[in-house]
T-cell receptor, first 117, second 110 residues
């Protein structure tokens, strides 16, 4: 089946630093990738939709200058949390949609746990 | 704003018992999906239901999509400790984005 790799799986950083999270589709091309955020014991909340070669579309309430998304190729999207603060600590999950398969199917990465000290 | 409410939020049962998780919305979805997520991992797709009234079975799991395509249920027969996890329903909206439900945390005790 389709595999989405997310890296790193865990990151601890100091307040004020920036953190980059990578999301790669390993065996398929993904014109669209999605970034979600999940707080402890809560559900997934969509942050933004990332389209290859164009600007990301952010959900209401998500700061685009805070969460920079780049989707430079059909297999890679990155999320950069800029000037991270403790309240940005969360579980970030990406997913990718296969260009050739059903539009309602997303393949999820294993997530990145960000802890900001 | 489309919302999906799941109930119950948390369920702790003994191995061998049956259970049902509900996913309700006031919105109509083109399809609805159920996922299971384990701690520290991404969600894993269990099933997609598309047609109103559709029933799908996956071993001991039975999924049903409401006739009006606004609600769904997940029934687990003879639950096992390996079924423990966070169960999430997700509606697919008109732009093919996933709207996740509030989640049901299931604990199956041996």
């Amino acid at each position: 089946g389709a595999v989405v790799s997310q890296h790193p799986s865990r990151v601890i950083c100091k307040s004020g630093t920036s953190v980059k999270i990578e999301c790669r589709s390993l065996d398929f091309q993904a014109t669209t990738m999605f970034w979600y955020r999940q707080f402890p014991k809560q559900s997934l909340m969509l942050m933004a939709t990332s389209n290859e070669g164009s600007k990301a579309t952010y959900e209401q309430g998500v700061e685009k200058d805070k969460f920079l998304i780049n989707h430079a190729s059909l297999t890679l999207s990155t999320l950069t949390v800029t000037s991270a603060h403790p309240e940005d600590s969360s579980f970030y999950i990406c997913s990718a949609r296969d260009l050739l398969w059903a539009k309602n199917i997303q393949y999820f990465g294993a997530g990145t746990r960000l802890s900001v000290l | 704003t489309q919302l999906l409410e799941q109930s119950p939020q948390f369920l702790s049962i003994q191995e061998g018992e049956n259970l049902t998780v509900y996913c309700n919305s006031s919105s109509v979805f083109s399809s609805l999906q159920w996922y299971r997520q384990e701690p520290g991992e991404g969600p894993v797709l269990l099933v997609t239901v598309v047609t109103g009234g559709e029933v799908k079975k996956l071993k001991r799991l039975t999924f049903q999509f409401g006739d009006a395509r606004k609600d769904s249920s997940l029934h687990i027969t003879a639950a096992q400790p390996g079924d423990t996890g966070l169960y999430l329903c997700a509606g697919v909206d008109s732009s093919y984005k996933l709207i996740f439900g509030s989640g049901t945390r299931l604990l199956v005790r041996p």
